[in-house]
């Protein structure tokens, strides 16, 4: 048995993020709206899911999209989630490296189940960071900037639509969206996120980078290298923060680079 403290918050802004853009958006929004955060792998780990919403306040989420959906643990959290009062605004901020899908459908459906409604939202195309399948591949250090930038021109705009609590969507749907998050969403779900395929090479140095990069605690250090142990998200967060690019998904990465938020390595 565990006791969860209640926390009183005004305005809050859950998020996750593993290589740091989504993590860009969050605090970008933060600074914009003075509105508090709270980084859901934690408040999961500390099985902090009750939170006391002020009258009339509002809640925001920003996430990356995984394989056109929001990713497994997010929606995960929102399931626990409990607030003593319903928000009057709520809304969601994704980032993607192209299109989401139909990620706005799922949200809306896990507000629904939660008895809340979902008031706004929008996706950012931000530098691709998932090349654990073949085909996959990062974005020239030039189309990663450009995506940054565009990002961070739109942000103000944004930031007054959610002060001024507009209702509105601004998503980037794509081709085939109820394939994509439909159909291959729960098959990346079932094996994709599967972190047996990860290893290291004779070039690992045991620095522990990927063991503090790992947002879910699954890397830990045996003898001097990483081992994975299991409970993976995949946003390859280990793989791209490693100095030496040690790390590597099977055959799937090798020799194609590396990008945490700002720092490219292509």
């Known amino acids: 048995m565990y006791f969860c403290m209640v926390i009183k918050i005004t305005t809050m802004i859950f998020y996750f993020s593993g290589c740091g853009n989504s993590r860009h958006v969050a605090e970008a929004l933060s600074q914009g709206l003075g509105d508090g955060l709270v980084f859901i792998p934690e408040a999961a780990r500390e099985n902090?899911?009750?939170y006391t919403l002020a009258e009339g306040e509002c809640l925001g989420f920003v996430f990356p999209v995984y394989s056109w959906a929001p990713p497994k643990l997010?929606?995960?959290?929102?399931?626990k989630l409990g607030l003593a009062a319903n928000p009057s605004y709520v809304y969601f901020a994704c980032t993607c490296g192209d299109e989401c899908g139909y990620t706005?459908?799922?949200?809306?459906n896990a507000m629904a189940a939660k008895s809340w409604s979902l008031d706004a939202c929008f996706s950012l195309q931000m530098p691709e960071t998932y090349i654990g399948m073949p085909g996959f591949k990062l974005d020239t250090k030039e189309n990663a900037q450009r995506k940054i930038n565009q990002t961070?021109?739109?942000m103000p705009g944004l930031i007054q639509r959610l002060h001024d609590r507009e209702r509105f969507s601004a998503m980037v749907?794509?081709?085939?969206?109820?394939?994509?998050?439909?159909?291959?969403n729960p098959g990346f779900n079932r094996g994709a996120t599967n972190d047996k395929k990860y290893r290291f090479t004779d070039d690992c140095i045991g620095c522990g980078q990927c063991v503090e990069a790992c947002p879910l605690k699954n890397v830990t250090l045996e003898n001097g290298h990483p081992i994975w142990n299991g409970h993976c998200t995949m946003c390859m967060?280990?793989?791209h923060h490693c100095p030496v690019n040690?790390?590597?998904y099977g055959k799937a990465t090798t020799g194609k680079g590396q990008?945490?938020?700002?720092?490219f390595y292509v």
Not at 259 to 263: A, E, G, L, M, S
């Open 48 to 50: 902090q899911y009750d």
């Open 74 to 79: 997010v929606l995960d959290f929102i399931k």
């Open 104 to 108: 706005e459908k799922i949200f809306r």
């Open 152 to 154: 961070d021109a739109a």
């Open 173 to 184: 749907v794509g081709s085939f969206a109820w394939f994509k998050s439909y159909v291959i």
């Open 237 to 239: 967060g280990c793989y």
């Open 246 to 248: 040690a790390i590597q």
């Open 259 to 263: 990008y945490v938020f700002n720092h």
